[in-house]
């Protein structure tokens, strides 16, 4: 009986061996495997300062591992409804309206390339708040107004040498954001 067991595991092995693709997923799932344990593993740390008038108000200290050859992305925030548009439905329900909902908070998108013997470091950081001193009435809708820094670019980095990527001014304001991060290797 053992003897039979085993001859029906060997056929049944062949078989989804020898089936259409079954030999692609195995390469594919080895080649995969061994891009994952060539790529080194580095932890970018985000510093964002918030200065109003010369002083900080407030600093924000964000990490995330990127693999070299890789992205990562960070999301911190809510999601608000805003209002598009309103319609009446003619049935008992009365006006209808319709939101799509905004991402509001902190966007993070990394990626590491190996180059010429150093890393290189495309990132987006936006950092969006709702301001609701400023809600402007659209209709009979009240809508709040979005406040948004974006700082998208390409920089080359060095391990545990901090790169300010930026610095913007918040419009309408006496603020400023400043945006930098280090490179760290992961033991």
């Keep these: 009986m053992r003897r039979f067991v085993k001859g029906i595991l060997t056929v049944a092995l062949a078989?989804?061996?020898s089936a259409p693709g079954a030999m692609a997923q195995t390469a594919s799932a080895k080649s995969s495997d061994a891009v994952q344990t060539a790529a080194k593993s580095y932890r970018l740390v985000w510093t964002i300062t918030d200065i109003d008038g010369g002083?900080?108000?407030?600093t924000q200290h964000f990490a995330m591992i990127v693999l070299s050859g890789g992205r990562t992305t960070m999301k911190l925030g809510s999601k608000i409804p805003v209002a598009t548009g309103s319609y009446n439905s003619g049935s008992s329900?009365?006006?209808?309206?319709?939101f799509q909902y905004l991402d509001v908070g902190l966007n993070i998108d990394a990626s590491l390339d190996e180059v010429d013997g150093g890393m290189k470091l495309n990132s987006k950081v936006e950092q969006s708040s709702v301001s609701v001193a400023e809600e402007k009435t659209v209709g009979d809708v009240r809508e709040p107004v979005i406040r948004q820094a974006v700082l998208t670019g390409a920089s080359m980095m060095t391990i545990s040498k901090p790169v300010m990527l930026g610095s913007l001014d918040v419009?309408?304001?006496t603020r400023h954001l400043d945006v930098e991060v280090v490179l760290e290797n992961v033991k």
Excluded: E, I, M, N
């Design 55 to 58: 002083k900080t108000v407030g």
């Design 171 to 173: 419009p309408g304001s």
């Design 93 to 98: 329900a009365g006006v209808q309206t319709q």
């Design 15 to 17: 078989l989804a061996c």
